[in-house]
């Protein structure tokens, strides 16, 4: 869902700039000022902590071991 979004959003962007509406500028500086509302937003009110660590997980099987990496972002 989340690629998806960017992914119109994007879109939307490429297409502004191809009609001659906006600048590469224009929509860079409103992608980074949306950005920056929005993450200081969730981070100063919404009060949700996410552990920006990584972390190996191993699961044994029946013929071998799986070995995995995780990490938020």
Excluded at 3 to 24: D, L, S
Excluded at 48 to 58: C, G, H, R, V
């Amino acid at each position: 869902m989340k690629m998806g979004v960017a992914g119109i959003a994007a879109g939307t962007a490429w297409a502004t700039i191809e009609a001659n509406r906006h600048y590469p500028s224009d929509v860079l500086s409103g992608y980074a000022l949306g950005h920056f509302l929005s993450a200081f937003i969730n981070d100063a009110f919404l009060g949700i902590d996410y552990k920006k660590e990584a972390f190996l997980i191993i699961n044994p099987l029946k013929d071998g071991v799986m070995v995995s990496m995780r990490w938020h972002y």
